[in-house]
């Protein structure tokens, strides 16, 4: 009898997974759990054109590249894994036997730690097609002010598009301006300026002490220092945390929450075993970077969940002959104009260069260095260049990696960063 091989999460990850599954030749039973009842769907549009209200959150379902020819179980989550029987439980008690798993189960929004005040009315966190889905629908009752939670890359879209719709906008960041964990003072305190301009209220270093609320609908917020901000709707933005619940007992290993693997996506358990049957893929997992030296890492990308989700797929299959997954981590963000894109990780930096263009005409590229090597480099309305440093990065290339070339400052040098915190 063929091999029956399960992936579990629904995702983009679990998709491109279960393409590359039957691409690599397996003709056998697969099988694809998922406790959404959607089929996989784009997440990144949920934060832009979904909220927006340019389209609906069903427009966001991904094309099928490969006809999969698979058994889909939609709805069910996985609520266990017995790793020596090799089987999964379904929330509704059935026994789900495999020979090989692809784990893709991502990750969810970080919650409101207040479990009564998260359940207030006008209170949301983004991550899924219903939660997107349901905040356009509260945007759209033009509420008098919105608060933002959080200065990560999904609180300043949302902010972005409250804007254009004409909406009240309070953010508060517990950094001294957003994204400034990722991107360092000197390029986050440029955007901070961008938003303040687009009429953004920025609290930086300030933090929600309490949400406040009238007959079951949330009022505000009232911060750590006692301020108090009014808001009818409020967007909870902390990140996110891996669907790893699921996995509690089973003996596999995680770190903060992901599950542990080595460079081809093999799992490994709490003995440091490895399991060439599971592999993971996309958020849920961490992972070795042969470009990165400190330990393991984890993407949050949608880039990543594609390549990693492929490459594990395949390697389910194959096995481990091929190289280890190395893809450079990418991303990007659209908000208030501007086309922001990051190759490779800033994580660990201890210089920057502007390497093209200039703060002051709002167009550049920067570069990251660590120890004399070029680890990141991110482009604000600059992409032309941004795929030469990439490929310098990949090489592990000097810092700075590029000089004399067009369209580069004159006097070229590396200047601290800032980090507002320490990197972990």
């Known amino acids: 009898m063929s091999e029956r091989i399960v992936v579990v999460g629904a995702s983009l990850a679990g998709l491109r997974g279960a393409e590359a599954i039957r691409l690599a030749g397996h003709a056998g039973p697969l099988t694809l759990v998922g406790d959404e009842p959607h089929a996989p769907y784009d997440r990144p549009s949920l934060s832009k054109h979904v909220i927006a209200g340019e389209f609906g959150a069903g427009a966001t379902t991904l094309p099928n590249l490969v006809a999969l020819d698979a058994e ?10 017995d790793a020596v029987k090799r089987e999964i439980v379904l929330s509704g008690g059935e026994q789900l036997e495999y020979d090989r798993l692809l784990i893709t189960t991502g990750a969810r929004a970080r919650s409101w730690h207040e479990p009564l005040e998260a359940a ?13 889905e349901a905040l356009r629908g509260a945007l759209a009752r033009k509420p008098e002010r919105v608060l933002i939670i959080g200065g990560g890359f999904i609180g300043c879209e949302a902010a972005s598009v409250c804007r254009d719709l004409g909406l009240a906008v309070t953010m508060v960041d517990p950094g001294p301006a957003p994204l400034a964990r990722i991107l360092g003072i000197s390029v986050s305190g440029f955007l901070r300026e961008r938003m ?5 209220e920025i609290r930086p270093n300030a933090k929600v002490r309490s949400l406040t609320g009238e007959a079951g609908r949330v009022t505000g917020a009232i911060l750590e220092d006692g301020a108090e901000v009014s808001a009818e709707i409020i967007l909870v933005a902390l990140g996110a945390i891996p669907n790893t619940d699921w996995l ?3 003996g596999l290993a995680r770190e903060k929450g992901a599950l542990v693997c080595d460079s081809h996506c093999r799992v490994r358990d709490e003995s440091g075993f490895i399991h060439a049957e599971i592999r993971a893929a996309g958020d849920v997992a961490a992972f070795p970077h042969p470009l990165y030296d400190d330990g393991l890492t984890r993407l949050e990308h949608w880039g990543n969940a594609v390549a990693q989700g492929a490459y594990a797929g395949r390697a389910l299959v194959k096995g481990d002959d091929g190289p280890a997954f190395s893809e450079l981590p990418t991303f990007w963000s659209n908000q208030f104009g501007l086309t922001i894109k990051l190759a490779g990780l800033t994580k660990g930096a201890d210089s920057l260069a502007f390497v093209q263009g200039s703060l002051k005409d709002g167009r550049f590229i920067a570069a990251y260095g660590h120890e004399g090597r070029t680890i990141a480099a991110l482009s604000f309305d600059c992409a032309r260049w941004l795929p030469a440093y990439a490929a310098a990065i990949e090489a592990r290339a000097p810092f700075p990696p590029i000089t004399g070339a067009v369209d580069q400052l004159t006097r070229l040098g590396p200047i601290d960063p800032a980090w507002p915190v320490a990197q972990g």
């Open 196 to 200: 303040e301009r687009a009429g953004v």
């Open 248 to 250: 509690d007992g089973s």
């Open 72 to 81: 889909w179980r939609l709805g069910q989550a996985a609520v266990g894994l």
């Open 120 to 132: 207030l009315t006008g209170v949301f966190t983004l991550r899924g097609r219903d939660d997107a």
